[in-house]
């Protein structure tokens, strides 16, 4: 399988701290598909998916609630429903803007508490189930 790599600086730039917040929480993996979309993911399920588009803008989507997605999308134009998967509450930011990483880091762990399994959750102590 041929997978499409990361081309722009800015993408490798955004992949190496996203990797840095995501692969701190136990049990995920990163996960290249065959798109070349690179995720973060939790027992096969994914909770952060980074991809570029033709012309090198990295864009990064993150699971979150449906109420969080509508707050981030009515904020501005950073945020916006991701293409396909948006109506199951991901949101993604292109990264174009200038992000803020305090805010991404906490959309991030969002998306890794919605996504991992009760029998994991129940062991962490980086917070509760998001409601």
Not at 64 to 74: A, C, Y
């Amino acid at each position: 399988m041929i997978h499409k790599q990361l081309k722009s600086q800015k993408s490798i730039e955004i992949l190496t701290k996203i990797r840095e917040i995501a692969i701190g929480f136990p049990e995920t993996a990163e996960h290249i598909d065959k798109f070349g979309h690179t995720s973060f993911r939790i027992k096969d399920k994914p909770f952060v998916i980074l991809g570029e588009n033709e012309e090198g803008i990295p864009s990064i989507a993150m699971k979150t609630s449906k109420e969080t997605q509508e707050f981030l999308v009515q904020e501005g134009s950073r945020f916006f429903k991701t293409p396909y998967i948006g109506q199951h509450g991901w949101t993604s930011i292109l990264g174009d803007h200038k992000l803020d990483w305090v805010e991404a880091e906490g959309l991030i762990k969002e998306a890794y508490l919605r996504t991992v399994p009760k029998s994991i959750l129940k062991s962490l102590k980086i917070g509760g189930s998001p409601s």
